[in-house]
């Protein structure tokens, strides 16, 4: 971690104890294509864990996001269930399966869907600005953002430094998937920057076959009450074509970070126009550089299968050109792997690309930019936040002992009816909390 600039933070959200495959996700096919198999809830949040230590060890600032109370017991009881805890979890498994598979998501381990930033480089007053994503479109996520608010507050809780923002109105036109539908770009972390709010359709737009998660409405509001200017941001459709292929979040088809915005052809409606947008934005703080991977190098359909976009662009320490952190399916589906030895054998921005083990987030539909929320954060503010959010190994090592201790191996469906696995799921995660002195979000 410098003291001597600003750095973007990664929070990674750490795999709960009920990761399972639920199947919950309309859109996302890789969440369709394994709903109902066994999941390994140890195997994934030691994974998540390893990915933190990778970035820790190659001297990036890494924060985490501990999971969310599971099962929600206040979702069953506002859908009539009543009694015990086991009379709940019994009667919801036999008369309402897929409600109970929702009150144990785990999905908060995306925490590129925590909240939208805007670092104090941009904003009117000077503070970073987080809004809680009101997740308003997939039941399973829809109740997350109380609980989410008070993780945000936990860990950006000065008031000087940070404004935390309740979700957006739990309406279709406000509908908000967070930062997997947000860029920033910049020339450094700590200058002014561009801010890029990208949306699947209008207000009272009609969705396409899979939904579009993210409104128009949602961006402009945020951009707002987060006080960026508005000759500073762009709001850029995300193709028709990219959602129907299965991009539920612009993450999928596209990531940026500093003056670079890599993304596919099918990315956005009107490219050159966006383009052409981000560039007038962007005059007189950097040169934009894009990098569009072309329909016929990379299939749409490769580039959502293997989750080539959605993986780390980071200006990695010591070197010159940034790093791609990718997930091995990237570099197991021929047409991506091929792209990437003919990316880093060019001359632009992005010069290496790394692949990382996150196997059991994939299987549920989110690769290495799914698990985290990036943060831009100046030396204050770093030493503002909740100092053990901000992870080293000795911190890493207490969490992964409380996975091997306390996460099962092997979770399935049936499982979620036992109330005994419901008491697991509580008291791993307040020892999580115990980890780092969190306490008050119990």
């Not at 096919?29 to 990778?54: C, F, T, V, W, Y």
């Not at 399966?97 to 999905?107: I, K, Q, V």
Request: one cysteine or more; aromatic letters at 6%; glycine letters at 8%.
């Amino acid at each position: 971690m410098s003291d001597l600039k600003t750095v973007e933070v990664n929070f990674d959200g750490l795999i709960g104890p009920s990761h399972n495959y639920g199947g919950m996700s309309a859109g996302n096919l890789a969440s369709a294509a394994n709903s109902g198999d066994i999941s390994n809830p140890r195997e994934g949040a030691l994974q998540g864990l390893e990915k933190m230590r990778h970035l820790l060890r190659a001297g990036f600032t890494q924060g985490v996001l501990l999971p969310l109370p599971r099962p929600n017991f206040d979702l069953l009881v506002a859908a009539g269930f009543s009694g015990s805890d086991g009379e709940i979890l019994a009667a919801a498994a036999k008369q309402a399966p897929r409600l109970l598979r929702a009150a144990y998501s785990a999905s908060s381990m995306w925490a590129a869907n925590a909240a939208t930033i805007s670092p104090s480089a941009d904003t009117s007053d000077g503070r970073l600005h987080l809004t809680a994503a009101n997740l308003s479109t997939m039941l399973h996520r829809s109740f997350e953002h109380p609980d989410m608010v008070a993780n945000l507050i936990a860990v950006f809780g000065e008031p000087d430094k940070f404004a935390v923002h309740a979700a957006l109105p739990m309406h279709s036109d406000f509908a908000d998937e967070g930062a997997a539908n947000h860029v920033r770009l910049c020339s450094e972390h700590g200058a002014s920057g561009v801010e890029l709010f990208v949306y699947g359709r209008n207000s009272q737009q009609a969705a396409t076959n899979f939904p579009a998660r993210q409104t128009r409405l949602a961006g402009e509001s945020i951009a707002r009450s987060h006080g960026v200017d508005a000759s500073r941001t762009v709001f850029a459709q995300q193709s028709k074509a990219a959602i129907e292929a299965g991009a539920f979040h612009n993450d999928v088809v596209c990531v940026g970070t500093l003056n670079t915005l890599f993304f596919h052809e099918l990315a956005f409606e009107n490219t050159e126009e966006i383009l052409t947008d981000i560039r007038r934005a962007a005059s007189g703080l950097f040169d934009l550089k894009p990098v569009m991977v072309a329909q016929a190098e990379v299939p749409i359909e490769d580039a959502i299968g293997s989750y080539l976009f959605n993986s780390q662009l980071l200006q990695w320490p010591g070197e010159d050109r940034l790093v791609l952190l990718a997930p091995l399916e990237t570099q197991e589906t021929e047409s991506t792997r091929a792209y990437c030895e003919r990316l880093v054998a060019g001359n632009g921005p992005i010069g290496r690309v790394e692949y990382i083990d996150v196997r059991q987030s994939m299987r549920n539909g989110g690769g290495p930019a799914c698990l985290r929320l990036r943060v831009v954060m100046t030396p204050d503010e770093v030493a503002s936040c909740h100092p053990d959010s901000l992870l080293d190994e000795r911190r890493i090592d207490a969490l992964q002992a409380v996975v091997k201790r306390m996460y099962r191996d092997q979770l399935s469906s049936a499982d979620l009816a036992d109330v005994d696995f419901a008491n697991e799921c509580r008291a791993a995660r307040e020892a999580l909390l115990d980890v780092l002195h969190l306490s008050e979000l119990a």
